[in-house]
């Protein structure tokens, strides 16, 4: 890849039609931040809800005319599944002119490699979700899922968010957050050792100080997790650029 221009890595914007400040913040976003930058990666939940391409949805047709726009100056747009639009397709992203990735995603940029994940599937201590991911993550499943009426799965979706948002409220917060020795085994199986992803909605850097030492390239025997923040109250994008990385937050205005 060529070491010209910045690349920005953003996730968990969950857009809705219920919160327009968050699509005000991503249009600015797009508009004064993104605009000539050599690439965007949306590592996961732009959505905060997607129950396939073919919902009719004013909004969503919205979201994908922005990032086209964006491509059409030059950003190549690239598109990871999250939790909450695991089922975006590639009508979506064909609209949007934006190239949908699979994860794990090694990012070469910068003389630098980056590992590229939305995040959940560290959360290995999460057995409930995990389960649940298992199973919407299964192409049986997806097209099953996908041939029933709009209203159906509409009903499953908001049921399904429902009853997550009732387990996690009593599940202790370490069992949500990533398993540390996941994020290590994931790391050194791929031989990356700079690891950047959302999810977890705990913006932070993270110095992993074991495990590394037999890692071609790698200062100090050590590796970095950079954690995206979710778009609430704050935006939050990572600035990839020749002088390293940056992680940046803004606020959003009501």
């Given at each position: 890849?060529?070491?010209?221009?910045?690349?920005?890595?953003?996730?968990?914007?969950?857009?809705?039609?219920?919160?327009?400040?968050?699509?005000?913040?991503?249009?600015?976003?797009?508009?004064?931040?993104?605009?000539?930058?050599?690439?965007?990666?949306?590592?996961?939940?732009?959505?905060?809800?997607?129950?396939?391409?073919?919902?009719?949805?004013?909004?969503?047709?919205?979201?994908?005319?922005?990032?086209?726009?964006?491509?059409?100056?030059?950003?190549?747009?690239?598109?990871?599944?999250?939790?909450?639009?695991?089922?975006?397709?590639?009508?979506?992203?064909?609209?949007?002119?934006?190239?949908?990735?699979?994860?794990?995603?090694?990012?070469?940029?910068?003389?630098?490699?980056?590992?590229?994940?939305?995040?959940?599937?560290?959360?290995?201590?999460?057995?409930?979700?995990?389960?649940?991911?298992?199973?919407?993550?299964?192409?049986?499943?997806?097209?099953?899922?996908?041939?029933?009426?709009?209203?159906?799965?509409?009903?499953?979706?908001?049921?399904?968010?429902?009853?997550?948002?009732?387990?996690?409220?009593?599940?202790?917060?370490?069992?949500?957050?990533?398993?540390?020795?996941?994020?290590?085994?994931?790391?050194?199986?791929?031989?990356?050792?700079?690891?950047?992803?959302?999810?977890?909605?705990?913006?932070?850097?993270?110095?992993?100080?074991?495990?590394?030492?037999?890692?071609?390239?790698?200062?100090?025997?050590?590796?970095?997790?950079?954690?995206?923040?979710?778009?609430?109250?704050?935006?939050?994008?990572?600035?990839?650029?020749?002088?390293g990385y940056e992680l940046i937050s803004f606020d959003i205005q009501a």
């Amino acid at each position: 890849m060529t070491d010209s221009g910045h690349i920005y890595c953003i996730s968990d914007l969950h857009l809705c039609p219920e919160r327009p400040d968050l699509f005000i913040a991503f249009q600015d976003f797009l508009a004064n931040i993104a605009i000539g930058a050599h690439s965007l990666y949306i590592l996961g939940d732009l959505f905060n809800l997607w129950i396939g391409d073919d919902n009719p949805e004013p909004f969503n047709s919205a979201v994908s005319s922005e990032l086209a726009k964006l491509a059409s100056q030059g950003t190549k747009i690239f598109i990871m599944h999250g939790n909450r639009d695991f089922l975006l397709g590639r009508q979506f992203c064909e609209s949007s002119k934006a190239i949908l990735i699979d994860e794990p995603y090694i990012l070469e940029c910068f003389d630098k490699n980056y590992l590229l994940l939305h995040g959940d599937s560290l959360c290995t201590l999460d057995t409930d979700y995990m389960a649940f991911r298992s199973m919407v993550r299964n192409s049986d499943w997806q097209s099953e899922f996908l041939s029933k009426p709009l209203e159906e799965r509409q009903a499953f979706a908001q049921h399904a968010r429902e009853q997550s948002k009732a387990m996690s409220s009593n599940k202790a917060q370490d069992i949500m957050d990533v398993t540390p020795e996941e994020v290590i085994r994931v790391m050194l199986d791929l031989n990356q050792v700079i690891l950047i992803h959302g999810h977890t909605h705990r913006p932070a850097v993270h110095d992993i100080q074991q495990g590394f030492e037999a890692v071609d390239d790698v200062e100090n025997s050590s590796g970095q997790r950079i954690v995206l923040g979710d778009w609430e109250q704050q935006g939050w994008y990572l600035e990839l650029s020749s002088s390293g990385y940056e992680l940046i937050s803004f606020d959003i205005q009501a």
